[in-house]
Structure formats: structure tokens, C-alpha cells
């Protein structure tokens, strides 16, 4: 699964020097918007290369490699699964470097790397490839292609208009029921909850994407 | 061991394999108990397919000529030479008798006959 | 004889294609064509094979094994090249070496190097911007590095160079030497099969059209060629892609016997080679194909 992974970062070392300029890019144009800014960055990044590995696996039609290759099918799932996180860590340890030097050299930016940015990250990556990778591993890149921008579209601008909207109307029913209920546990059982949730939602789409790889004919 | 292929001619290749072999035991190119390539090998120097050098080296051990132990290879056998040369020698008298009947048949004289032995013979 | 490849009552129907329960067998040792023209379902028997796509029934059996439950085991003992590349391009060939390699238990890192040299590998060039032969030889060095023991080819000649495609053909006769390989080599292009091959299978339309020696093969059949006053009163069934134009008619026969013992020296008769196998038996009747 390891070389999987390799095979996938490899592969991109043009699209990770893209990414570091879209690290740079993002850190000053959604700086402002707060923490939920850095998420947005860092879901970006995500999906740029979890979507361009596809994308070239896609163009060399490899799979029938892989596949021709003593090579579990479960594996090549699981390793797209694990590459998320992988490339979601990047991303933040590249937000977190910049965060670090502006605050080294004081830059005029205020780049606001909290915890939340990180909890938030992995909320919006793993509900974003949970929902993207099925429909890779069923239809392949090119023929998911407009799905998946959609549903990152939704992602970002639907994300970022509930965290506003519940800013907003602080008082309304529906947040002040999830907001009382966040009060009333503890920060840590709270985001037990949350990650036990994802963790079901992420086997879940897990052996869906299993499901509809195992179904593909090349 | 010299072994040409004519991928031409109309003689199967396994054929053209088995009579130069024999030809050259008979002429003593090759001796007694020598060890002949194994039939992947002389397939593949020859370019041709396994199963070709097979068949032509189970005709030459069906006819006596080479034989194969297991696990080692194929060898000249040993044979008796007089014998092979008398059995052939009356094949080619049988043949010649054939050719005379056909000349007597259409009056072709005995002189135009040894003529006619003589050119083709000498090719 | 023991097989490595038992293929028996294979299905798999598409819209506008399907495999019509094909049987197909391989003696360990030995090295088959599988010859028919485009679309004849070559390809689809090979992806079976790999387990590309999903059968609709029957059974596919390497080394005695079952291919849908030791899928891994057999891959294993598998080299495969195929027509077109399907490597990353973006890798180089280096790259795309160590992402291979550790999936092979039997990977053999040597054997590869030798095969690298022998070939001229550009290991540190990215994979699109080899040439058509390199690619497909970067593809049987790989194949060949990890003692595989069945080597599966789809038409790997395909869009090579005459030379590229005779060194390959010496590539597979040296495997040969070693009696537990077996070779099973798709193409369309049946001169690269007319010396080496054992076994020929032809395929049209989803059918095996017949499955034999090349020696058999080409010792039974024969090309007829005579006037057509001569076709009157004779069974035709004897003849197949029979054509015939203004001044006569050709045709292959499966028995060269019967084609003798039938119109005696009435006829020409000459020796086919596989093309014109091929060729006579897919050949669409009496349409022509002409220019306009």
C-alpha cells in the first residue's frame, strides 16, 4: 500500500509545486475569513491532488495495471483512502509553516492557525473524499469529474454559509439546541462524537468505493 | 551439425530436419553416442517452434536413429550403417525399376535413359 | 501433458460483442498464438484471463488454479505485456520500477538490471517520452524480472518496428528454454507467429475457429485455385472464404487430402501461410472491398 502512496506523490511532482504556490495564494486571500479560511485551504489542497492522481491514473488508463499486478483490490482502495490524509497533512504542516514565519519575520498577515482549523480540516476532508471516492471508484475521474466539483462547491460555500449562519443567529432554535449540546459535554466527548460519526461515514464509504471497484471492468 | 531450413519449400520443416540428421549419421558427420542439441535449444536456433523439433526427433528415434534418455538428451544411436545403406540401396532399385517400366512403356531407349540418370544426377 | 491454461465455456456478452463459450488449452512448455482480426475477441479473452472484466460463465484455469479464487497466487506467476502502454507516463522508468517491484514476491532485481542493460533502458527517463518499442520493452523487462512462469501477451507487436518485433520474438524463444514456460501471445499480425509458435488458436466473432498445432495446421490446409466450371458438381463445403472472380476461384481447404482426391491435377494447390488462414476464414463472403 506504502508504494501505492509513493506511486500517487511521485507522480504529481508538478502538482506539488503548484500546491505550495496555492498554500502561499490561499493563506492571503482566506486569511481573512478566519480559521474556517485555513479548512477551506486545506480541503483545497486535498482535493487538487486526491483529484489529480485520478486524474492522470485515469489518462494512462492503469488500473489495468494494477489491477494485472498481484495487487488486492481492497489495497488500491485503501491506499486512496489513507493518501487523503496524507495529502491533508501536508497541506496543514504547510499552513503551519507559514504560520510559523509570519509570525517569526511579524508579517502584516494575520494567519490564523488554530486547533479548530485542524479539526475542521479533517471534518471537511474526510465528508468530502467520503462522498467524492465512491463515485471515482465507480465511474473512474473523468466521467465523476463534474460531480466532484460540485460537491466541492458545496463543500466550501455550503460550509462556509452554515458556519455564518449560525454565527448569526446565535439564537435560533436548531444551533442553540447543537450549541447547548456542545456546552453541556465536555470539548473532548464532543469531538468524540464528532469522530466516531466521520469514523462510520468513512468505513461506510470505504466499502461502498470497495463495492463498486470490485464491479469495474476495465 | 549443419542443418539449413527452407521455409519455401514444400517439405515440412520437421521432415527437412529429420532427413539432413539422418543424412549426416549416414555420412558419418555425426558419430556414434553424440550428444545432438536439445530440442528447445536446436528450436530456437533454428527460429523455429518446439513442437517442429519435436516431432523430428521422435520420428529419428521411431526410425532408429538418435536416442533419447530422459533427462539427459538425445544421442546418436548406434547402428548398423551396412545395413541402412543395403535397405536404401534396394529402395532406389525398386524406384529404378518403376522408371524403366514408365521408359518401356513410351520407348525411351536405354542409352537416352542413362542420359537423362546422368544430368539429373549431376544436377 | 499438464496445461497451464484451461479456458472452458467462457461467456461474456456486451451489447454489440460477445465471447461464445470458448475453450482454449496450453501445454506447459509451449508458446500459442491466439491470432483473429480486430474486434474477434482477443482482447476480451485476455482481460477474462487477467481478471479485468468479469466473466458471464464458464471457467478459467492457470497453473490448475482456479483464476477467480487465487487471483493473487496466479498473478504472481504472471508477465504480462500488452499493446498499448498503461504505465504512469509521468513516472520514470526507475519510478515505476520500485512501485512494481515490491508487489512481487519473486521479484528478481538482477534479473531486471541485465534485462535494462541488454534492452538500453533509459531508467531516468519519464515514460511518455519513450518510443514505442522501448515502452513495450520496459514492459517485458518487468514481465521477465520476476520468474513468472505463463507470460501473457496482447498483441505486443503491435505498431513496432520489424526489429524491435524479431528481438522480442528472441526474447521468447530463449524463455522457451526452459521447458516450464509457457507462453500465450495475441496478435493480429501473424508473420511474428509463422516461425515460433507451437499452438495456434484462431478467433472470429467470439468463436474458436479451430485450435491446433501450427504443423498440423499447415500441413492439412491448403489454397485452391482453378477455373470456376470446375466448382460446379463439388461439394463447397470444403471450401472455405471461397471467392471468385471473372477468370476463377480461390478458396482454403482444411484437408489437402480431400481437395486432391477431389479435383486431382485439375487445381492448383498451394501451401497457406497463417495469414491467409486468417484471412480466408473471416473474411465476409462475396463482398468486395473496393476504392471509389
Not at chain 2, 35 to 44: E, F, G, Q
Not at chain 3, 88 to 96: A, D
Request: glycine letters at 6%.
Amino acid at each position: 500500500m506504502f508504494h501505492l502512496i509513493k506511486k500517487d506523490i511521485l507522480m504529481q511532482k508538478r502538482a506539488l509545486k503548484l500546491s505550495v504556490l496555492l498554500i502561499i495564494f490561499f493563506t492571503i486571500t482566506l486569511s481573512n475569513i478566519g480559521p474556517a479560511g485555513l479548512t477551506v485551504g486545506i480541503l483545497a489542497i486535498t482535493y487538487q491532488l486526491i483529484l489529480g492522481a485520478s486524474a492522470l491514473e485515469d489518462k494512462n488508463n492503469s488500473d489495468i495495471i494494477l489491477i494485472s499486478l498481484p495487487i488486492k483490490r481492497t489495497t488500491i482502495v485503501l491506499a486512496k483512502y489513507v493518501s487523503i490524509y496524507i495529502y491533508a497533512a501536508y497541506a496543514a504542516l504547510g499552513f503551519y509553516l507559514i504560520y510559523l514565519i509570519s509570525n517569526l519575520v511579524n508579517l502584516p498577515i494575520d494567519v490564523p492557525f488554530h486547533s479548530t482549523v485542524l479539526i475542521g480540516a479533517f471534518f471537511a476532508v474526510t465528508m468530502f473524499c467520503s462522498l467524492s471516492l465512491p463515485l471515482i471508484f465507480k465511474y473512474g475521474y473523468l466521467k465523476s469529474k463534474m460531480a466532484n466539483l460540485v460537491i466541492f462547491f458545496v463543500f466550501v460555500f455550503g460550509g462556509t454559509a452554515v458556519v455564518g449562519y449560525l454565527n448569526e443567529h446565535d439564537k435560533m432554535k436548531l444551533s442553540q439546541n447543537i450549541i447547548g449540546f456542545f456546552n453541556n459535554t465536555s470539548d473532548i466527548a464532543a469531538l468524540l462524537i464528532l469522530f466516531v460519526l466521520l469514523g462510520v461515514i468513512l468505513v461506510l464509504s470505504f466499502f461502498i468505493s470497495l463495492t463498486f471497484y470490485r464491479g469495474r471492468e476495465f | 551439425m549443419n542443418i539449413m531450413i527452407s521455409n519455401t519449400s514444400d517439405e515440412p520443416i520437421y521432415l527437412q530436419i529429420v532427413n539432413q540428421i539422418k543424412e549426416q549419421i549416414v555420412q558419418g558427420e555425426l558419430e556414434e553416442s553424440q550428444l545432438l542439441p536439445s530440442i528447445r535449444n536446436l528450436a530456437k536456433e533454428l527460429k523455429i517452434s518446439v513442437i517442429t523439433t519435436k516431432r523430428a526427433y521422435d520420428e529419428l528415434e521411431n526410425e532408429g536413429f538418435i536416442v533419447t534418455v530422459a533427462g539427459k538428451g538425445s544421442y546418436v544411436a548406434a547402428m548398423n550403417k551396412e545395413m541402412f545403406r543395403e535397405t536404401k540401396v534396394k529402395m532406389i532399385e525398386e524406384k529404378m525399376t518403376e522408371a524403366i517400366a514408365t521408359a518401356k512403356l513410351v520407348g525411351v531407349t536405354l542409352e537416352e535413359l542413362q542420359d537423362m540418370l546422368k544430368i539429373i544426377y549431376e544436377g | 501433458m499438464e496445461n497451464i491454461l484451461e479456458i472452458s465455456n467462457l461467456s461474456k456478452n456486451y451489447k454489440d460483442f460477445s465471447l461464445k463459450g470458448i475453450d482454449i488449452a496450453l501445454e506447459k512448455g509451449y508458446i500459442m498464438g491466439f491470432i483473429g482480426p480486430n474486434g474477434s475477441g482477443k482482447s476480451t479473452t485476455i482481460k477474462l484471463m487477467m481478471n479485468l472484466i468479469k466473466k458471464d460463465s464458464g471457467t478459467i484455469k492457470i497453473f490448475g488454479l482456479d483464476n477467480d479464487q487465487n487471483n493473487l497466487a496466479i498473478k504472481e506467476r504472471i508477465g504480462f505485456v500488452y499493446d498499448e502502454n498503461h504505465f504512469y507516463e509521468e513516472l520514470t522508468v526507475k519510478e515505476m520500477k520500485d512501485v512494481i517491484s515490491p508487489f512481487y514476491r519473486r521479484w528478481d532485481e538482477s534479473v531486471f538490471k541485465q534485462y535494462a542493460k541488454d534492452f538500453e533502458l533509459p531508467l531516468n527517463k519519464e515514460i511518455k517520452n519513450l518510443s514505442k518499442g522501448m515502452k513495450m520493452k520496459f514492459s517485458l523487462a518487468i514481465a521477465l524480472s520476476h520468474h513468472a512462469e505463463l507470460f501473457i501477451m496482447d498483441e505486443p507487436t503491435s505498431g513496432l518496428d520489424p526489429l524491435v518485433r524479431s528481438e522480442l520474438l528472441e526474447v521468447l524463444q530463449s524463455l522457451l528454454q526452459d521447458e516450464n514456460k509457457s507462453i500465450f501471445f495475441s496478435t493480429h499480425i501473424t508473420s511474428d507467429l509463422d516461425k515460433i509458435a507451437d499452438f495456434i488458436t484462431l478467433i472470429h466473432n467470439g468463436e474458436i475457429i479451430l485450435s491446433k498445432t501450427k504443423d498440423e495446421l499447415l500441413e492439412e490446409y491448403c489454397l485452391v485455385k482453378g477455373s470456376k466450371k470446375l466448382l460446379s458438381g463439388h461439394r463447397p463445403e470444403n471450401l472455405i472464404g471461397l471467392k471468385q472472380n471473372d477468370y476463377g476461384f480461390e478458396a482454403l481447404s482444411s484437408s489437402k487430402k480431400e481437395i486432391i482426391k477431389q479435383f486431382g491435377d485439375s487445381v492448383m494447390i498451394e501451401k497457406p501461410t497463417l495469414e491467409d488462414i486468417m484471412v480466408f476464414y473471416t473474411r465476409r463472403g462475396e463482398r468486395r472491398v473496393s476504392s471509389y
